[in-house]
């Protein structure tokens, strides 16, 4: 039996990066020709059939849509993915799903796999790691051979491409000035490292409201938490951390967390100290999740309406499909957040 | 440019079901001779490729595998597909997910779909709209093409394949039995309507504990709960069942639940009426899920490792089909729960 050989299996044979084998396949002068005349010798020996999306789109539609997701135990990205189900779904497209898992390779495999004629086009959101190397070929490529990419959430700014992303900034902000308007004085903020874009941006929202309400920030009153593979050493971690700032600054009167599982951690180590939320502490979290939704006492949030999210992308991408709007025009749709107010604000 | 016609265009078009387009399209007998030639002359009209997996797999291994989940905003099935991904990433393969949405046709679509030389093989676990209608060519069809098909936790019994479950009777026994030994002598429990063959199976474990340490099952404490589509009702509904059986059933003092979303709610009325979880209510949920981790009290629970799941139908797959084990031996691999003792339990 023939077997196809893979991106991954010639990167891996001839020493290289599967990003190396992707562009040298293209002959792309970023590669040298040495290189490229090699991978190209293998390539064709072992019978590697590149992507011709170009082909394929000429001989058919699939009326199938392909998303790629950075992580799938992930309430946020799930949701997003119901939401484009539903849309799709009624317009009569199907949906396939793939996993980075935060890699740039296996981005890139992704869309190699699903371009190559099982979808007429894709919604994506970007892989971390992608965006820390800022190689975005494999996007390029795909657009520049007419396959349309919708980005979500996490998105590459100076693609063109239609994108639908959430104002993060205004969003974090709301949920302060909430903290701040039920006579909070004292508001901690438990955020990301900076180079996590989304947390940079909901930590400006944070120092804008309290800037806006004449409140001077304290570095003392702000944890970022680094991010460690093993979700459970991480949320061990902050606890720890948690639990030192509220020995050391007594006057917390809220909290605002960039995400449910910190505030829920924040919750847990306030409750055991004997805090009454939210008589004497309020909390508030970015990211309108389960976890929100269920805890006791239930956790005031920030919703990013992942489902709208979800079917907004699909509405831009099937439209540019159908050529319902013009293929070269591209829009950033901003989705506006929502302050869900239950049981840890006054 | 010429589109592709689906299965389901062809459906709303004639007026029939996917289901019997599907069939019609491969001769069965089951459709009557009309309206096989009705579908067949429309789908040869509008360029219908009907599945091709033998011709397919003749010509290529895709290393690629298809999952098909019933939902997808669910941490279960989401840890079941970290687990298949991180054992066919190791020994080389691809991943794409199709959902079903419960939905029998949804389940037809996607196995036409991705069947259609995009994948080597089946990991799934078939809708619940499926197993009601108990219509399983799709299934059957798939198998005899030479494409193979391995299903996980919701399996159809008569159909021969590699499965993966887990002894759902065993893992509540288990649950109960601790209950018992921790001194619980009125336990409740929350459950599905019978059909739902995991529900009636964690049943059965539940009155079998109670039997063997020689405790009288009382109706008055079992809550079978009604499904909704929507979550929100379902559970708004169930709370109120469970504070009027807290004011009925005064001597409760352990409860048991099918999963984790179950246990929350019932822990949230307990708190709200004051019982003091564990010293006078003991309650632990099947399903290991992020909320019972991050709930406080955090909730003890049944886990039926999800992640070893995914890995032990990625390899039982992958073995299949590159032939280390022979193409006619099936296998039902049983994973075994167990018990984690968190905050609900002595």
């Given at each position: 039996m023939k077997r196809k050989v893979t991106l991954k299996q010639i990167a891996k044979e001839l020493d290289v990066s599967v990003s190396t084998v992707s562009k040298a396949l293209r002959n792309?002068?970023?590669?040298s020709l040495d290189t490229r005349t090699k991978v190209q010798a293998f390539a064709k020996l072992y019978n590697y059939r590149p992507n011709n999306i170009a082909l394929s789109l000429k001989n058919k539609r699939t009326k199938t849509i392909g998303v790629i997701i950075?992580?799938?135990?992930h309430h946020f990205f799930s949701k997003v993915i119901s939401g484009i189900e539903q849309e799709a779904n009624n317009r009569g497209y199907n949906v396939i799903i793939g996993l980075s898992n935060e890699s740039f390779d296996k981005e890139v495999i992704n869309i190699e796999m699903l371009a190559?004629?099982?979808?007429d086009g894709f919604i994506l959101s970007v892989a971390k790691e992608t965006l820390l190397l800022q190689d975005y070929h494999h996007f390029y490529e795909t657009i520049n051979q007419g396959m349309p990419i919708v980005m979500f959430d996490r998105v590459v700014n100076e693609i063109a491409c239609d994108k639908v992303v959430v104002d993060d900034k205004l969003g974090s902000k709301k949920a302060v000035a909430k903290l701040i308007d039920s006579g909070c004085k004292n508001i901690a903020l438990i955020t990301t490292k900076d180079y996590v874009n989304v947390g940079k941006l909901r930590t400006q929202g944070y120092l804008e409201a309290l800037e806006e309400h004449k409140i001077a920030p304290k570095a003392s009153l702000i944890i970022k938490v680094g991010e460690n593979k093993d979700k459970d050493i991480e949320i061990e971690t902050l606890e720890k951390e948690i639990s030192a700032l509220f020995e050391k600054e007594k006057d917390i009167d809220g909290i605002f967390a960039v995400n449910e599982l910190y505030a829920i951690s924040a919750m847990k180590i306030a409750i055991q100290k004997g805090?009454?939320?939210?008589?004497?502490l309020s909390i508030i979290a970015f990211t309108d999740g389960v976890l929100s939704k269920h805890s006791i006492p239930a956790l005031s949030t920030i919703s990013q309406h992942a489902l709208e999210m979800g079917k907004k992308s699909a509405t831009m991408l099937i439209d540019k499909l159908e050529e319902l709007v013009e293929e070269e025009k591209y829009q950033t749709e901003v989705i506006n957040t929502t302050l869900i107010e239950r049981d840890t604000t006054k």
């Amino acid at each position: 039996m023939k077997r196809k050989v893979t991106l991954k299996q010639i990167a891996k044979e001839l020493d290289v990066s599967v990003s190396t084998v992707s562009k040298a396949l293209r002959n792309s002068k970023e590669i040298s020709l040495d290189t490229r005349t090699k991978v190209q010798a293998f390539a064709k020996l072992y019978n590697y059939r590149p992507n011709n999306i170009a082909l394929s789109l000429k001989n058919k539609r699939t009326k199938t849509i392909g998303v790629i997701i950075p992580e799938i135990v992930h309430h946020f990205f799930s949701k997003v993915i119901s939401g484009i189900e539903q849309e799709a779904n009624n317009r009569g497209y199907n949906v396939i799903i793939g996993l980075s898992n935060e890699s740039f390779d296996k981005e890139v495999i992704n869309i190699e796999m699903l371009a190559n004629g099982s979808i007429d086009g894709f919604i994506l959101s970007v892989a971390k790691e992608t965006l820390l190397l800022q190689d975005y070929h494999h996007f390029y490529e795909t657009i520049n051979q007419g396959m349309p990419i919708v980005m979500f959430d996490r998105v590459v700014n100076e693609i063109a491409c239609d994108k639908v992303v959430v104002d993060d900034k205004l969003g974090s902000k709301k949920a302060v000035a909430k903290l701040i308007d039920s006579g909070c004085k004292n508001i901690a903020l438990i955020t990301t490292k900076d180079y996590v874009n989304v947390g940079k941006l909901r930590t400006q929202g944070y120092l804008e409201a309290l800037e806006e309400h004449k409140i001077a920030p304290k570095a003392s009153l702000i944890i970022k938490v680094g991010e460690n593979k093993d979700k459970d050493i991480e949320i061990e971690t902050l606890e720890k951390e948690i639990s030192a700032l509220f020995e050391k600054e007594k006057d917390i009167d809220g909290i605002f967390a960039v995400n449910e599982l910190y505030a829920i951690s924040a919750m847990k180590i306030a409750i055991q100290k004997g805090y009454k939320i939210p008589e004497e502490l309020s909390i508030i979290a970015f990211t309108d999740g389960v976890l929100s939704k269920h805890s006791i006492p239930a956790l005031s949030t920030i919703s990013q309406h992942a489902l709208e999210m979800g079917k907004k992308s699909a509405t831009m991408l099937i439209d540019k499909l159908e050529e319902l709007v013009e293929e070269e025009k591209y829009q950033t749709e901003v989705i506006n957040t929502t302050l869900i107010e239950r049981d840890t604000t006054k």
